[in-house]
């Protein structure tokens, strides 16, 4: 028992106690003009190099990562098909493609499938 309490002790305090060390290291003290400053071929950019986006670009793509993430959860429903009880496999089939929908719709009344207004 001492073994296992003096290695979780040692596996919390050695990460802890590189990562301090690593900060105080790492700390720049001087913030110079030229490292701050956007770099456009050594010439001083002609505009701001800090451009916004759309707002609505990100939202998409916030929404397509999501919509990735639950294809990647529907896949292995399919497999588990040939080993599981074919009304437990409808049931919770249908509950996760009910809650799909539902937040699809929640999306498309909200208006956020729309890229123009």
């Known amino acids: 028992m001492l073994i296992l309490s003096t290695s979780t002790m040692i596996s919390f305090i050695m990460p802890m106690l590189i990562m301090t060390i ?21 010439f001083d950019p002609k505009s701001s190099a800090r451009m916004p986006f759309s707002l609505r670009f990100f939202l998409i793509a916030v929404i397509f990562l999501i919509f990735d993430v639950e294809i990647v959860l529907i896949l292995p429903i399919i497999i588990i098909f040939k080993t599981s009880n074919i009304m437990t496999w409808t049931m919770v089939t249908m ?23």
């Open 22 to 42: 690593s900060t105080i290291l790492a700390k720049k003290l001087i913030n110079e003009r030229e490292k701050s400053s956007p770099f456009e071929c050594g």
């Open 95 to 117: 509950f996760f493609i009910i809650i799909l929908l539902m937040g699809l719709y929640y999306e498309w009344k909200q208006g956020a499938l729309q890229w123009v207004n």
